[in-house]
């Protein structure tokens, strides 16, 4: 009951003595900024720059990070309706001092928070990103070597003369793809047949 009695007490006071916007009046613009945004808003901010930052094929994008950053802080912290057209809002974000104006009036230990979590979510997506790659070549080249070592281990029994008498046939136009491959296994079965009167 106490603990019920404390949270009670705890909501009263953060609705009461904290009001989460402010208006702001700028160039003839009159608007609201919330000063925090709730736990909600602060993952969809952190995600919306991910996705602006990062490719359709997941390339990082760097020169995108700021514009991001910035664009979403409209976005999230105030009712501003910005358009979509990215001219508009790159000019908005670095020829007015809109965005000064909005930090002023948010808590930028939560921004810093979110700042610092975006570039470790940045950090761990790029380190992901190489560890994948290198895996991919690995596997290609474990595949490569694969195919190689099979290959070698399937034309290892051929003689000069059976490498001859395959150009020649094929040169002469006798050859068409299924007796390639029925003489390539009439020519492994007798091999093995030898092999086995040997034995």
Known sequence: METNEQVSNLLKTI???????????????????????????MTEFIDSVMSLCFSDSY????????????????DYYTNIDIVDDVNIRYNTIYCTNLIEQIKKEINTNQLDNILDALDEKIDYRVSTNIDAILSQVD????????????????FKDLT?????????????????EEKIVKAYFDSRENKASEQEEIE
Do not use: H
């Open 59 to 74: 390339l990082y994008l760097p020169e995108v990070r700021d514009f991001a950053i910035n664009s979403c802080i409209i």
């Open 139 to 154: 596997n290609i080249v474990q595949t490569l070597e694969n195919f190689a070592q099979k290959a070698q281990d399937s």
């Open 160 to 176: 000069p003369d059976d490498i001859k008498g395959f150009v020649s046939s094929i040169n002469s136009g006798a050859l068409d």
């Open 15 to 41: 609705n009461g003595e904290y009001s989460n916007t402010v208006k702001k009046t700028w160039q003839g613009m009159t608007f609201e900024i919330k000063r925090v945004l709730s736990f909600a808003e």
